[in-house]
């Protein structure tokens, strides 16, 4: 199970190697807290859908914090996507049914991430840097 807890985003981020890296296009970071189901393991597979159709993957420096879980111990981690100023509106996370991968098939999870027009903009404005920080275990309990 994956919810969404926020949404920011900056043209710097900090990533967990404690490297900065400044962009000119924007990293959305989608803060999210998840429960490993049926089976321990990582959220992995989490891509960021443009309203237009463009997809967007993490990619390195800049990595996903959420680390392997436990059955049943929510965690709370960062999931960062380089995405240009205009892809920022109307942007859903795609999480596999399956985040750790065990199951085979094309399900997947459509979390929209609530941003209008007057959201994107602010959101595309921000240049202060966002650190990701560690995986938190047993959010929420």
Same mark, same amino acid.
């Given at each position: ?59 390195? @420096? ?17 999931? @960062? ?14 999480? @596999? ?45």
């Amino acid at each position: 199970m994956v919810t969404v807890t926020s949404v920011e985003a900056s043209t710097q981020v900090v990533a967990l190697t404690g490297t900065a890296v400044s962009r000119e296009g924007v990293f959305l970071v989608a803060r999210v807290t998840w429960t490993a189901t049926p089976e321990p393991g990582p959220l992995t597979g989490a891509t960021l859908l443009a309203r237009d159709g463009r997809t967007y993957e993490t990619t390195s @420096p800049v990595n996903s914090t959420c680390i392997r879980a436990q059955t049943g111990i929510p965690i709370g981690c960062a999931i @960062p996507f380089e995405v240009p100023k205009d892809a920022l509106e109307g942007a859903e996370l795609i999480v @596999p049914a399956d985040p750790g991968g065990a199951v085979a098939g094309d399900q997947e999870l459509h979390i929209d991430l609530g941003i209008d027009a007057a959201i994107a903009a602010g959101l595309g404005a921000h240049t202060s840097p966002i650190t990701l920080g560690e995986a938190v275990q047993g959010v929420g309990r």
